[in-house]
């Protein structure tokens, strides 16, 4: 009887303590904070616990009891959010060759940079080189040819705009290419000329008649590059790209690097150029093929240029040069054939449209085929959206589900350009983000390269300050909530894996960052002083700073 006695008794004990159940396994638990969950309530939490790469709770303090984690991170008060979804990115590789031109300040400097890689390569060599802004030198111009053959005489040189939309060529690179006064314009490009009607150095647009000639990289050469140029993006808190464009071919060097280092990268959806219905085919993918870490996007279309060409095709005529509106990349048919082809391959469309007439055009052409050939949750969409077209374009939209993703940050960078070009309505209202919303239209946030970095759009999208302070249509502002949405859970939307990740809620994936600062409280004037402490993906820190 005394050992039956002992059972019952010890029985007794362990189910009294069954009330308090034995602490779940976890791999990571933060807590202490603030939980920024972009749920639909928009839900402020204190902790979030992981395992197995995805979220199992959000709550209060008492998830340190209800999990034992093998890390546990003390917050200290700061503030998590979903980590960032950028829907436009420009990412690749530099060959040695090329000058970074980014942080350039003036021509002064930019022919110190050219002079400098004229000697490391030595003469005859090509010099390329990427991101000058005449927005941002002391001499407030764009460089010219005359600067370029100073720096390097006996180089060949092409130095492309930031944003990309134009470029600035020496005289020996023009007479490699036997471009001469007389070389009629490229279609759907410019070759500018000074007052005098020589070349100055500018090709906007269709730089690649000159570019042509600059002996290609090889994958080996920029891919240690490239790989660097996808971590620097956790130091932005940017967990999940959407790249901006590559050929069928390029697509390949992606899923050699996410298969060698796709844990310590961003997860990325890779935009396709389209390539007619035959290379599209024999690609063999289509839009959502792959996996959580890399999958294939939407396919890329330019319908115009841009406004650092400028070339983006616009109603109106461009302030400084009346008359001129622009031009589109490819025939208005060309353009309305590849919408039916894409579309009934049954690709995602997220097609590059700046002007207000290039954005009406290819609306028109989205409706036209959709009203023929009806699909469900096609998701297609415009990159861009520069210049707020008419009201009813954006009502289309919204009726026909067209999206967009759209970059507040250039609101800030591009301003001058704005400025320059834009008749004042149009230059007020650059980058519409509350308008198109009025009308229905769904929007996300991101990037593009001016600069790469959410903090800028967040801070041109609340504030519509320019880089002068200008502010530009404050009818346009966007509450800190939405700002934040737009740069989350919208992008994850855009490309079809709202289901997974942009938001922390439990199931989705464990991705997120950890801020200096709290973006719901802090004032406006401080968001560009914003920095990422921490950037999690899968439940895995992958950036500290």
Known sequence: MGEIRTGLI?????????GCAAPEPADLLLHNGKIVTVDDAFSIQQAVAVRDGRIIAVGGEDLLSRYDATLII?????????GFNDTHLHISGSPAREIDLTETTS???LQQQVRAKADQLGEGEWITGYGWSED????????????LDEA???NPVTLTRAGGHSAVVNSLAFELAEITKDTPDPEGGILEKDERGELNGIIRERQGIVGRLVPRATPEETRPSFVQNLRDLLELGITSLAQAGVSTRGYEEWELVYREHGQELPRANVQIRWGGPERMTAFGKKTGDGNERLRVGAVKVFVDGGFTGPSAYTID???SEPGFHGSLALPEEELRTTIEQAHEMGWQMGFHAI???????????FVETLEASPRDNHRHYLNHFTVRPPPEVM???AKHDILITQQPNFTYTLEGRYVEYLEEEHAAHNNPLRSPMDHGVFVALSSDILPIGPMVGIYAAVTRKGASGTVYAPDERLTMEEAIRGYTRNGAYITFEEDIKGTLEPGKLADMIVLSDDLLTIDPERILDVVVEKTIIGGRVVFER
């Open 10 to 18: 010890l029985g007794f004990v362990f189910v009294s303590l069954g």
């Open 74 to 82: 003390d917050l200290e008060g700061k503030t998590v959010l979903p």
């Open 107 to 109: 021509i002064a400097e």
């Open 136 to 147: 941002a030198f002391a001499e407030l111009r764009k460089p010219t040819r005359t600067d």
């Open 152 to 154: 390097a005489p006996r």
């Open 317 to 319: 005529s461009y302030r």
């Open 355 to 365: 002007g207000d007439a290039a954005i009406q055009l290819v609306v028109g052409y």
């Open 395 to 397: 009502e289309l939209m």
